[in-house]
């Protein structure tokens, strides 16, 4: 996995380091093109360092498992769904736009607006849920120092989390390429303190008599949701961080370096959760504060480095999911400058932090239940993308007909392939057929999740198999109106190097 490019000391061209990036959703022209695969360990890495993981492994050890499925379950949740992540970050590579217009060649341009919401309120919802959770960290440390808290202390946490996301997020790829990096190592160094003082905490009679249970109804909807929890929670922004890499760096290098930078820390910190966790995960239910009851019984002295730890582990996601769904929203026809885009996304995430911070009681009910629903939208979507990246896309996108909306030379009669369209759309309502939630108004889902399928949690992973089948299928038999898809790249060079 080594790299194909050195790694740059600055920014090039529109995307300078510490200035505010110009590009926004155009493709990247070879000429500003710059970087090497490594930069893509520390941008994933960073962002899934987080303590958040630690309770991961406690929403596993709630299914009733014995150590080694639950390690398991961490594991094909955590490589498996990051796995995804790499492979989708070739896209970036091959077309130099960002994920969701890329998603354009398989959907067509204005059939892709059914996903592109799909990944917006992913990514939005994703920030807002990372910058909560961080407020609530501080709120908690506060507590335990004995300072004053109240709703005027939450409001000044928040206000001064959530500007910080914003500003990284402003300012656009170089400066979050450089910010991860020393993210990572900082994070790192203080995530081992913070396992060394809790490994006493162990209770190993317990975690030794944990009893194995039902691969169907426990392990199966784990590892759903971890992989809805870690890889596909990213899947939508994949291509946005690798778009600038040359295309002659080594593909293999880019699966290799998103997929093992991503799923290394959260895998550790999910077997570690499991591990401290095993004798009271019940605690966790109800909490609406889980990062901040993890800090419950440490030590004064490393209450400030956990605070670090915690809320910069948090907010160094938080920082890709804004950069995202800016490019998202741009995606979705909105006619604004990249930086004004990830402002109004701001705005909207001050909003859904109003209603976490204030009026909610709880936390892991409602998020398992996000984390379902968008899980089985975007794996639906990630497996369209990947086949169709596979049969048609191996030598690159037809940059121009990315942006054409009366459907360019390779893709569909009025903007729509209804092949992706409908293999989407059916994976989605199959999955949500299969999934199952404790949240209220979303009780009508898992209207196929009787019997033996009862609380087995299938959604997320038939809602793979079924839209990547069907895509495949359709895109054997040519559809009446269409245009085939085409393998070549036209007028722009390809020299990648496989």
Request: hydrophobic share 55%; no cysteine; proline share 5%.
């Amino acid at each position: 996995m080594a790299t194909a490019t050195r790694e740059p000391d600055t920014g090039v061209g529109n995307d300078p380091l510490w200035g505010i990036e110009q590009n926004g959703i155009n493709p990247i022209p070879d000429s500003e093109r710059h970087g090497g695969p490594l930069e893509l360990f520390w941008i994933w890495f960073a962002a899934n360092i987080s303590v958040l993981a630690i309770v991961y492994g406690a929403i596993i050890v709630s299914y009733g498992m014995s150590l080694w499925q639950g390690i398991l379950a961490a594991f094909v949740g955590t490589w498996l769904s990051f796995l995804l992540v790499g492979f989708v970050s070739l896209a970036g590579k091959r077309g130099g736009a960002p994920t969701l217009v890329l998603s354009r060649a398989p959907f067509g341009v204005f059939g892709n607006l059914f996903p592109n919401l799909a990944s917006y309120f992913s990514l939005v919802g994703w920030e807002t849920v990372l910058v909560a959770l961080s407020t609530l960290a501080v709120e908690a440390l506060f507590k335990r120092l004995g300072w004053p808290v109240g709703h005027g202390t939450t409001a000044v946490s928040f206000v001064l989390i959530a500007a910080l996301v914003i500003a990284i997020g402003l300012l656009g790829h170089a400066t979050i390429v450089r910010i991860q990096t020393w993210f990572t190592w900082a994070f790192t160094a203080l995530t081992v303190v913070f396992v060394i003082i809790e490994i006493p905490k162990i209770n190993w009679n317990t975690v030794t008599a944990m009893h194995t249970g039902s691969w169907t109804n426990a392990w199966l909807p784990a590892t759903s949701i971890m992989m809805a929890a870690l890889g596909l929670g990213w899947v939508n922004a994949a291509s946005d961080y690798s778009r600038y890499l040359p295309r002659n760096v080594s593909s293999r290098a880019v699966v290799g370096w998103t997929t093992v930078g991503a799923s290394f820390a959260p895998f550790l910190l999910i077997v570690f959760g499991i591990l401290l966790w095993a004798k009271n995960a019940s605690t966790l239910a109800n909490s609406s504060n889980p990062i901040g009851d993890l800090a419950a019984n440490l030590p004064t002295w490393f209450l400030v480095p956990y605070l670090i730890v915690a809320v910069g582990g948090l907010v160094a996601g938080a920082v890709l999911d804004i950069y995202s769904s800016g490019l998202n929203l741009l995606t979705l026809g909105v006619r604004l400058p990249r930086y004004q885009s990830v402002a109004i996304d701001g705005t909207i995430m001050i909003i859904g932090n109003y209603y976490i911070l204030f009026i909610a009681s709880s936390f892991i009910g409602p998020f398992q239940a996000f984390l379902s629903v968008l899980g089985v939208l975007l794996t639906a979507w990630v497996a369209v993308f990947l086949v169709d990246m596979v049969l048609f896309r191996r030598q690159g996108y037809r940059d121009a007909d990315l942006y054409n909306s009366r459907g360019g030379s390779y893709y569909y009669q009025g903007g729509f392939n209804l092949r992706a369209i409908v293999a989407w759309f059916v994976a989605v309502i199959v999955g949500f057929g299969l999934i199952q939630t404790s949240v209220s108004w979303l009780t009508w889902l898992g209207w196929w999740a009787r019997g033996p399928f009862a609380g087995s949690s299938l959604g997320i992973l038939v809602a793979f198999v079924v839209a990547a089948g069907l895509y495949w299928l359709f895109s054997l038999v040519p559809m009446p109106g269409t245009v085939q898809p085409s393998t070549s790249r036209g007028t722009s060079p390809s020299a990648s190097s496989e």
